[in-house]
């Protein structure tokens, strides 16, 4: 993929986005009582993580039926891995709960395994309009997200409007 200067300065800002989360992931955690521990806020964040997670499946899936797109996509797919793992570090419980659900990696069942489109640009224009659908609802979901968990899903977003951007530039 030749890379032009809008490649690297969203790939930049996409790095960029994943340095702003470990921040925010390293960041003190608030306490117990706080606005980022309510009902409303756990629900949030449990289903963004369960949306990062199947993500997570989509680029597993994209990469198992188009193994030649595999440079361009590991450095994404990886983002979303700690994207999924960003929403649940807080919550020991939920994410000790997922790796041991989780089955091992290409062990998916092909029933289970999204549906990826048989040419690479079909493909990655599916992959691209899952990336930009989340990033928008994550946007959405800010109105009513505390805080830290607002940052949170502001710095994914944009790392999924970039991710968005790149599966669909030509090269």
Do not use: I, K, Q, W
């Amino acid at each position: 993929m030749a890379l032009t200067r809008r490649t690297t300065l969203l790939a930049g800002a996409a790095l960029g986005g994943a340095a702003l989360l470990a921040g925010c992931a390293d960041s003190a955690r608030p306490a117990p009582d706080a606005p980022e521990h309510s009902a409303a806020a756990e629900r949030l964040r449990a289903r963004a993580a369960r949306d990062s997670t199947a993500l997570l499946a989509r680029y597993d899936a994209m990469l198992a039926a188009h193994p030649a797109l595999g440079t361009r996509l590991r450095p994404l797919r990886a983002e979303v891995a700690r994207h999924a793992e960003a929403f649940t570090s807080d919550r020991p419980s939920a994410a000790a709960s997922a790796s041991a659900s989780a089955p091992p990696a290409g062990a998916a069942r092909e029933a289970d395994a999204p549906r990826v489109p048989t040419d690479e640009r079909g493909a990655r224009t599916a992959l691209a309009d899952a990336e930009r659908t989340l990033a928008d609802a994550r946007t959405a979901a800010l109105v009513s997200a505390p805080g830290e968990l607002a940052r949170l899903l502001a710095s994914v977003a944009a790392a999924g409007a970039a991710h968005a951007y790149l599966l669909t530039e030509v090269g």
